[in-house]
């Protein structure tokens, strides 16, 4: 019971970063943009972002309780590379706060079942978020149209061009390689967290640096200092794991809108 109640805790903090809209450092605040964005933000928290918060904590919370079951009817069965292998399932999920993406070739053959039931289950529900959360989007873009215009007509154009670059971020996704164009805001299983923004032109940014990333077989390519490899959960969150640098730190990313 105490991991599963560990991984209730740790859940509202990894997924809370789906409910982040705050501007750029170096943004100027629009006065006029403030109460429009703070009804988004209360809209889309009410309705889409505390229920998906919700469902996946139930969710995960069973798959603790699955692998704990599991666990338990392998070691009175006997079955000692069995238990064993629920057991660091279950440390390495408190532990990392995530369930890994992808399976080993040696992982367990129940425990494969146990995370594909997983991974179907949190896939449908970023996708019913993801579904959810584009009409209050659209809604929110068009209420910044006169909002531009009129900030333009007043000779604001700074303005303006901060408020056009927020209403962008509002709109459908790009398909294909890249889909991932946008900014996030990433956790890492060491607890580092940063902001990253991936562009059209095949490089990402994160603290003042800049690398190339690259697509292949569903899967991001980040090059850099470290590399990562990443791929897309839904349109709105991806997990990855280092390949250079420090190898095996997972990192979660959460889009900002």
């Not at 390689?177 to 900014?183: A, S, Y």
Request: aromatic share 8%.
């Amino acid at each position: 019971m105490k991991t599963i109640r560990a991984l209730i805790l740790f859940l509202s903090s990894l997924h809370a970063l789906a409910d982040i809209h705050a501007q750029d450092v170096q943004e100027k605040v629009v006065p006029e943009l403030v109460p429009l964005q703070a009804d988004y933000d209360s809209k889309s928290k009410a309705q889409v972002i505390q229920p998906y918060e919700n469902a996946m904590a139930d969710l995960n919370a069973k798959y603790l309780a699955g692998l704990e079951n599991s666990r338990a009817s392998a070691q009175k069965s006997g079955k000692l590379d069995d238990a064993l292998a629920y057991k660091a399932e279950i440390e390495s999920v408190v532990a990392t706060k995530s369930v890994p993406s992808t399976d080993d070739a040696g992982t367990q053959d129940g425990l494969k079942k146990l995370r594909s039931a997983y991974r179907a289950a949190a896939g449908k529900l970023s996708q019913e978020k993801g579904r959810k959360l584009q009409p209050l989007k659209d809604a929110y873009s068009r209420v910044l149209d006169p909002l531009v215009s009129r900030l333009t007509k007043e000779g604001r154009l700074e303005d303006a061009q901060i408020v056009k670059a927020r209403q962008d971020r509002l709109r459908p996704l790009l398909s294909g390689p890249l889909k991932i164009v946008g900014k996030w805001s990433t956790t890492q299983s060491n607890n580092l967290k940063m902001e990253m923004t991936f562009n059209k032109d095949y490089t990402y940014n994160y603290w003042k640096d800049t690398g190339n990333f690259s697509y292949k077989g569903g899967k991001y390519l980040l090059v850099h200092t470290w590399d990562w490899e990443i791929r897309l959960t839904d349109d709105n969150t991806f997990d990855g794991v280092c390949t250079r640098g420090e190898v095996g730190v997972k990192i979660h990313g959460e889009r900002i809108p």
